[in-house]
């Protein structure tokens, strides 16, 4: 009767056991998949280099990654890199919304700032034939117009729109034209890498804030963690890195601060140069307190880069 009631009490001892084991190992699965969801998903979607192609393929499938190493496995897969960006126009170029959260776990500086411009170019790029497009069409409706301006009156609506989207106010084609033109790559990157630490600052992983932008407005930005007590600015923050890369275009081709830098460009433009960011780096005083020390680290990092090379290809000039 004993040998019975031991081995009962065994069995309910052996069960219990069991089931806090059942227990545990859910737990610590489910542990481990919210651990994995909680991974920032980034999406991407491929395009090629040619500007008609690329606007064909907008309404193509988007896929999604999490981590740094499936993102070097696409750039593999779609046979991207720099040698092919300089010289095949039909190459493919994938456009990624986000750096993966484990960017910072890559313990090479050279990859990580290889994975960076990467990343950075064929947004650069692709906002940069976006504003190309519109510039053709601005001189395709002049030349039609015989070189006329004509009153905003009888502007067609896509004109309009595109003259409120760059801030102009006049008629004068002439000078929309100046502010609807591209930004040198090699500039875009040298201020991306600087705004953003080669892509390791807090703005970047939080907002993607590329640039460095300000905003006045707490619910579109993020507290710089060292501000003045004084200051009222916040780090303005974006859905993806297209549209940092896309507002950080319009910023240089619209604000007052870069009226030179503008002026110097349509020099270039009448000249028949190619746009050289080392040349229109000299007007970006007035992007950083620092003032020209700031504009000798942005040389420096287009120089000491070779980012001259991407200001060579007239297929973006």
Not at 40 to 67: A, F
Not at 157 to 180: H, P, R
Request: glycine letters at 4%; zero cysteines.
């Amino acid at each position: 009767m004993q040998t019975v009631s031991n081995f009962n009490r065994n069995l309910v001892i052996f069960l219990v056991a069991l089931a806090l084991v059942n227990v545990a190992v859910g737990f610590y699965k489910s542990f481990n998949k919210s651990k994995q969801s909680s991974s920032t998903q980034i999406n991407y979607k491929v395009k090629t280099m040619n500007l008609k192609k690329s606007e064909s393929s907008v309404g193509m499938s988007v896929d999604y990654i999490s981590k740094a190493n499936e993102m070097l496995e696409i750039f593999n897969k779609y046979n991207f890199s720099v040698d092919s960006f300089l010289k095949d126009e039909s190459a493919n170029l994938i456009i990624f919304s986000s750096l993966p959260d484990d960017f910072m776990e890559i313990q090479s500086v050279n990859e990580r700032k290889k994975l960076f411009i990467h990343t950075l170019l064929p947004i650069i790029y692709t906002e940069n034939l976006k504003i190309l497009e519109d510039r053709k069409k601005i001189l395709d409706w002049w030349n039609e117009s015989q070189g006329e301006n004509f009153s905003r009156d009888f502007w067609p609506a896509w004109l309009f729109e595109l003259s409120e989207k760059y801030d102009a106010e006049d008629s004068n084609l002439g000078n929309l034209l100046i502010k609807v033109d591209i930004i040198p790559i090699s500039m875009a990157l040298a201020q991306a890498a600087i705004e953003s630490g080669w892509g390791t600052s807090r703005y970047l992983r939080e907002g993607n804030a590329v640039y460095g932008q300000y905003t006045f407005e707490k619910n579109k930005g993020i507290l710089p963690a060292e501000r003045d007590s004084s200051k009222k600015f916040f780090i303005r923050k974006f859905e993806n890195l297209s549209e940092s890369t896309k507002s950080y275009f319009k910023n240089i081709n619209t604000h007052l601060a870069y009226e030179g830098l503008r002026e110097e460009r349509k020099k270039l433009r009448m000249g028949g140069e190619n746009l050289s960011g080392l040349r229109l780096s000299e007007y970006l005083t007035s992007y950083s307190e620092r003032k020209q020390d700031y504009v000798n680290d942005v040389k420096k990092i287009i120089e000491s880069n070779n980012f001259m090379k991407f200001d060579n290809n007239s297929f973006i000039n």
